[in-house]
């Protein structure tokens, strides 16, 4: 039996926040996604485990640092299927957090390496699994390629569904975007469905054109043969509010942290959706957006407020 198929329509809601910046702002409330605090991992994870399960993989390899709330969901599935989950991960970015926690909750085994050895180490704990006649699957960093993608693409029809159901129309739907992947699934669901909107993905570490670069390819990989026209017209890639992570831009990041947590009741970090909360009203005042329905996804990440919190 799996509980996951019960779950793979997430269908997140979509919650009315009120005026803001002259905008009629809504959230989807991804975080949600009702396994292990939600998020767009979850949402990605369920497809990932539907593959393992129909291929008979009996073990599970995948990438990410102590902050990645991909693992904690990928190591979370893996032992719920009594599966065990192998993961390696940056020692640069080994610190304890929630997250990290979680993982060693669910028994995942852990390898940090310096990040230049990641490739390799990753490479060798698959042949090593498989001289011993196990049958590892490997899932990318953050859940990338086109299975996460296709999580994305189904996220767009939740939403086209709310907007046929409810009689409104989001001209803009903004996110946190890291590996790509959801923002590619977006504009996926966008390319097929032939709609007019902007979907503007927030850089939270990736600067153009590199980070707009790898959203196209997994749009290609997913959509092969759809137009390089349309595709470059739709891809909106906003790297202007990355920070460094110190001085200045975290004192204001740490205030739209309070600020949703206070004004919605709403949990957003400073790594993922507090950065892109902050982009989104940042890039909403310079282009001078207003009398639209915006739509901002909340990717998740619950956790990793709570290690933002316990250093307010
Ligand atoms: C991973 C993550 C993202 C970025 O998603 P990508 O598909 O990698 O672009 C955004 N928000 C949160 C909370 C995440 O964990």
Not at 112 to 135: A, C
Not at 161 to 179: C, H, L, P, R
Not at 219 to 233: F, H, L, N, R
């Amino acid at each position: 039996m799996s509980i996951e198929n019960t779950q793979l329509r997430c269908n997140t809601p979509i919650v009315y926040m009120g005026m803001e910046q002259g905008n009629k702002l809504y959230i989807k409330r991804d975080d949600l996604v009702p396994y292990s605090f939600g998020g767009n991992k979850a949402r990605k994870g369920v497809l990932f485990f539907e593959e393992i399960e129909k291929g008979g993989y009996d073990c599970v390899v995948t990438y990410g640092s102590s902050h990645s709330n991909h693992c904690r969901i990928i190591s979370n599935m893996a032992a719920a299927r009594g599966l065990p989950c192998f993961i390696i991960g940056p020692s640069e970015v080994a610190d304890s957090t929630f997250n990290s926690k979680f993982m060693k909750l669910f028994g995942a085994d852990i390898k940090t390496v310096p990040i230049n050895e990641v490739h390799d180490t990753i490479k060798e704990k698959i042949e090593e699994l498989r001289n011993i006649g196990k049958k590892p699957f490997f899932i990318p960093g953050g859940g990338h390629g086109n299975i996460g993608t296709e999580a994305y693409v189904r996220c767009y029809e939740e939403i086209r569904e709310y907007e046929m159901q409810m009689g409104v129309k989001f001209s803009y739907i903004f996110f946190a975007s890291g590996t790509g992947t959801t923002q590619a699934g977006l504009i996926c669901g966008q390319i097929k469905n032939h709609d007019d909107r902007q979907i503007v993905g927030i850089s939270i570490a990736r600067k153009n054109p590199r980070g707009r670069n790898i959203v196209i390819d997994s749009i290609k990989e997913y959509m092969p043969g759809i137009s390089d026209d349309e595709i470059q017209k739709n891809t909106l890639f906003v790297d202007n509010y990355i920070g460094d992570g110190y001085g200045a831009e975290c004192k204001e990041i740490r205030e739209v942290i309070k600020d949703a947590m206070i004004r919605f009741g709403l949990p957003l970090d400073s790594t993922y959706t507090g950065k892109a909360f902050l982009g989104m009203k940042k890039y909403i005042d310079k282009e001078r957006i207003s009398g639209s329905h915006v739509l901002f996804i909340h990717t998740g990440g619950t956790p990793l407020f709570f290690d933002d919190f316990r250093k307010m």
